[in-house]
């Protein structure tokens, strides 16, 4: 999958700073494991990063996400439900934080 977007910059960028992004991921096969990686404009850097991450897929609708923001790294323990998704993040590998998401 390829997509392009736009966001908040990173976790803990001052706000009204954007990031513009190109993205690339790939699920292996039928495997567990997935990974991403993105070219990232950051406003708040003034220059470009590289955002990447591995997925592997540990228990019916349950992963476990490393990654970099390009700068930091962050563990992501994920639960996808139908239409929802909820991630017990690791910001930093030191702060806990908490992610809902919802499609309609």
């Known amino acids: 999958m390829i997509f392009l977007g736009t966001s908040s910059d990173r976790i803990g960028s001052p706000e009204g700073t954007q990031s513009y992004f190109a993205t690339a991921s790939k699920r292996f096969g039928n495997s567990r494991f997935s990974g991403y990686a993105s070219l990232n404009y950051s406003e708040w850097d003034r220059g470009f990063n590289v955002?990447?991450?591995v997925?592997?897929?540990?228990?019916?609708?349950?992963?476990?996400?490393?990654?970099?923001?390009?700068?930091r790294p962050h563990l992501m323990l994920n639960y996808m439900g139908d239409r929802w998704?909820?991630?017990?993040?690791?910001?930093?590998?030191?702060?806990i934080g908490v992610s809902f998401?919802?499609?309609f």
């Open 51 to 53: 955002p990447f991450g």
């Open 55 to 71: 997925e592997i897929g540990i228990a019916e609708r349950f992963s476990v996400r490393a990654m970099s923001d390009g700068k």
């Open 85 to 95: 998704s909820v991630s017990l993040l690791a910001i930093d590998l030191e702060d």
């Open 101 to 103: 998401a919802w499609g």
